[in-house]
């Protein structure tokens, strides 16, 4: 997983910052006609991917690869690693990518049909290969059940679509630092940065859905989202606790999953006169806002937040 997150920043940089260029059309949930066919914005789009995904097999085999042990095609059973968070992650990745390239095929006049055909399968296709170069080294091993969260996390986006022609859920992912991390003598991360790739304990993931889709009320703005979140805590290892760490011995501590209620933001659905702003708020769709939240856990029951992010 910590592969994964380190791609996708990369690839969600490239993704966001062509998608920026384009008009309000692109990242808007709000269905639309058909756009006109541009054959120069289609070749951009086509040629944005397409170097990416060259990327992403460049930077696996010259560089995350390079010093690792090279083994015959191999299998790896993880679905029960850190109770499911970096699962999770992988639907994310692939949901992230899916929607942002359907977004730019439709912002290139390209049809719905093929713009759900090219660009909303685009995290499977960009995240398979490298579940399956993972099979050929030695501590990896091929995961179908990130294949299958890869799945749901594109499915997501082209379901949506068919569905109800637009995002009315979006998948959102947030950050805290962990006390564990404290803790872990450096096992979690001693960076910020280091800390988002290495502790799970830090990542909530929220579906975050219109409160007016749930309850139907004119008052009820439509940026105003309720948002369900699914973390977990006290994990310093992958299927079960280390002891140690650097010969610093790691406290004994329960794992355990949350489960969260709170309030949040669609920023695609705020619009403003100004352009930029506009632009903003649109590629801002991943991005949950803090806000008060109750928590259910299978610790110790109920907590609850004054701000949680």
């Known amino acids: 997983m910590n592969k994964l997150i380190s791609l996708l920043l990369a690839l969600l940089t490239g993704l966001i910052g062509f998608a920026q260029t384009a008009t309000d059309s692109l990242t808007t949930s709000q269905p639309a006609p058909t756009p006109t066919f541009h054959k120069g914005r289609f070749a951009a789009v086509v040629a944005t991917e397409a170097a990416l995904y060259a990327g992403t097999m460049s930077y696996l085999n010259f560089i995350w690869y390079k010093d690792e042990k090279r083994v015959p095609f191999e299998f790896y059973a993880d679905g029960k ?5 970096d699962k999770f992650g992988h639907a994310y990745g692939a949901y992230l990518e899916s929607y942002v390239g359907y977004k730019a095929l439709r912002w ?53 679509e068919l569905l109800f022609d637009e995002q009315i859920m979006k998948y959102k992912f947030s950050f805290r630092r962990s006390p564990y991390s404290k803790q872990a003598n450096g096992y979690l991360g001693t960076t910020f940065a280091g800390q988002i790739l290495q502790d799970y304990n830090a990542h909530t993931y929220w579906f975050s859905i219109g409160l007016n889709r749930i309850i139907r009320s004119e008052r009820i703005p439509d940026w105003l989202n309720v948002a369900v979140g699914y973390g977990a805590n006290g994990m310093f290892g992958e299927f079960e606790n280390i002891k140690k760490w650097g010969n610093v011995v790691i406290p004994p501590t329960q794992r355990y999953r949350q489960f969260l209620f709170s309030l949040d933001i669609d920023w695609t659905k705020i619009k403003t006169k100004n352009r930029f702003l506009n632009q903003v708020f649109q590629s801002m769709f991943m991005i949950k806002l803090p806000f008060p939240t109750l928590e259910i856990n299978t610790k110790n029951g109920f907590r609850l937040y004054g701000i949680y992010y």
């Open 81 to 85: 690693g850190y109770l499911q968070v």
């Open 108 to 160: 290139s006049g390209a049809s719905k049909k093929k713009a759900l055909l090219y660009g909303g399968t685009l995290g499977f296709l960009l995240q398979s290969p490298i579940e399956i170069v993972d099979g050929f080294y030695e501590g990896w091993g091929f995961s179908w059940s990130d294949m299958a969260a890869n799945a749901v996390g594109s499915g997501m986006v082209i379901g949506q």
